[in-house]
């Protein structure tokens, strides 16, 4: 089965930087990937290439077999770790964006998400807490067919009850021909849900297992595993 997004000895540099050090990865349709590691460990990084905003240094991507351009732009939905919808824009005009931009983007299922959300039509970016502006965002990025999803930080600076929405709307909306690639630092509240996970660590791949063998090998949760790894 050919993976959905491939990277090989891989590297990006930032000046003298090395955030990414010759990494290998893949990843297979139908599995939700935890992206984990310490700050600067080269997630974020890894992500903007994978969604074509970043061009490596050293190394080869492929997303559905194909080298990064306008064709992988359109198989792959991102969500970036901070707000980047216009405040200026309502509801009703970001479905609009939405569904001009994706040619995949399913404005149905996007109106029903936000019914959720109890959001009028009208109701402005701007007039929306930060939470409930992530979740907007969040249900637009999933409201595409696309074959990869690249989710940076969808959980950071929401409450917990917040989280289990996004969980689920993640879970509901992804099929088995894609990959979700899902960058957090709250292990304990997402581990549940992946089926892998790839940690990084200096930018190098220091592991990519099923979570269950992972539990099995190491005879603990992820989140406790993560911490004794990079224990203080």
């Given at each position: 089965m050919q993976?959905?997004?491939?990277?090989?000895?891989?590297?990006?540099?930032?000046?003298?930087?090395?955030?990414?050090?010759?990494?290998?990865?893949?990843?297979?349709?139908?599995?939700?990937?935890?992206?984990?590691?310490?700050?600067?460990?080269?997630?974020?990084?890894l992500i903007k290439i994978g969604a074509g905003l970043l061009t490596p240094d050293q190394g080869s991507v492929l997303i559905g077999g194909m080298a990064p351009g306008p064709a992988t732009k359109a198989i792959v939905s991102y969500l970036p770790d901070r707000m980047a919808l216009p405040t200026e824009m309502t509801t009703k005009d970001v479905v609009s964006m939405y569904s001009d931009f994706f040619a995949d983007f399913d404005r149905v299922k996007a109106q029903e998400m936000l019914r959720d959300l109890h959001l009028s039509d009208s109701q402005r970016i701007g007039s929306m807490s930060k939470g409930t502006q992530e979740k907007v965002q969040l249900c637009l990025v999933m409201s595409r067919a696309a074959k990869l999803y690249l989710l940076d930080e969808p959980l950071g600076g929401v409450d917990p009850a917040a989280r289990e929405y996004i969980l689920s709307t993640i879970l509901r909306n992804y099929s088995e021909d894609s990959a979700v690639l899902f960058s957090t630092h709250l292990i304990s509240d997402i581990e549940k849900v992946l089926d892998e996970v790839a940690i990084l660590r200096q930018g190098k791949l220091l592991l990519h297992d099923s979570v269950d063998h992972l539990r099995q090998e190491k005879g603990m949760s992820v989140d406790e595993f993560f911490k004794e790894v990079f224990r203080c």
């Open positions: 993976p959905v997004y491939e990277v090989h000895k891989l590297s990006k540099y930032y000046g003298r930087i090395r955030a990414l050090d010759h990494l290998d990865l893949a990843l297979a349709p139908g599995k939700l990937v935890g992206l984990l590691g310490p700050n600067g460990s080269g997630k974020t990084t």
